[in-house]
């Protein structure tokens, strides 16, 4: 009866521990988002909480599918962007915590300084509002151009106020601006597309964001969601020392922590 009693016991102990252990998903796009969460997967493990992991290479789905509740959460976007996607959507998606920076940059493959833009220059810049604002003001600070007074982060081609070079700047989706790189004289390229396409943003980028860009990446979830303990745990996992050594080994400063 005292063994049956133990092994009773221990059932239930089992049992309670998986009741307890839960299981998350989350959308990223491949670099550097889905190689932190795999960094942190196991530590998450030990806490009793599986993470899922689903790559996307757009910046829409990853919102839709959380917003839908198809997936927990999603890590690819900073907060302008995600303003605007709500604003634009009608969805209602909400910040659990601040990441990283991922200082967005300018490249070529036929120049190498911008002041060697000729004129009529071809260049792209992400087609989403925020990422493409993001990509005229980093050219406005540079010189390239000078924006309408007051254009601030969801700046369009048709602010441009002041372009000595008569550049042509084109709207692309920002996963494909990699590829078009030896198609053009310049491309504004995110620095998870840039990291994926083996380029490296503080060697190859001939103008780069400061580390004090406001564009923290974060992770996101819906309202109801973001008060779920196990995303908590993931929250909490992301800002350990050791994530923070991981982005400096990893990435030599082409990502940058933001806690």
Not at 7 to 36: F, M, N, R
Not at 48 to 55: A, H, N, S, T, Y
Not at 126 to 136: K, Q, S, V
Request: glycine share 6%.
């Amino acid at each position: 009866m005292k063994k049956l009693l133990t092994a009773l016991a221990a059932a239930a102990a089992l049992t309670s521990a998986a009741a307890h252990a839960g299981e998350i998903s989350v959308a990223a796009t491949a670099v550097p988002h889905a190689e932190l969460l795999e960094f942190v997967k196991p530590a998450l493990a030990k806490e009793g909480v599986e993470l899922k992991i689903k790559v996307f290479t757009d910046y829409v789905q990853p919102n839709v599918q959380v917003a839908e509740g198809r997936l927990d959460a999603n890590f690819f976007q900073h907060q302008p962007y995600l303003d605007e996607f709500n604003a634009s959507r009608g969805t209602a998606l909400v910040s659990i915590a601040g990441v990283h920076v991922e200082p967005f940059g300018a490249y070529s493959s036929k120049i190498k300084k911008l002041d060697e833009l000729s004129e009529g220059s071809q260049v792209v810049i992400p087609n989403d509002a925020t990422n493409g604002g993001r990509a005229l003001l980093l050219l406005q600070k540079a010189g390239v151009i000078k924006l309408k007074d007051g254009a601030g982060i969801t700046a369009t081609v048709k602010d441009i106020a002041e372009n000595p070079k008569g550049i042509k700047v084109r709207e692309l989706e920002a996963a494909t601006l990699p590829r078009v790189l030896a198609q053009v004289d310049l491309a504004l390229i995110n620095t998870n597309y840039a990291l994926e396409a083996g380029l490296n943003p503080t060697k190859d980028a001939l103008v780069i964001e400061g580390a004090d860009s406001p564009y923290v990446n974060i992770l996101v979830t819906t309202a109801e969601k973001k008060d779920n303990a196990d995303l908590q745990k993931l929250a909490k996992a992301l800002h350990t020392p050791e994530v923070k050594k991981f982005i400096a080994d990893q990435y030599k400063g082409a990502v940058v922590p933001a806690f």
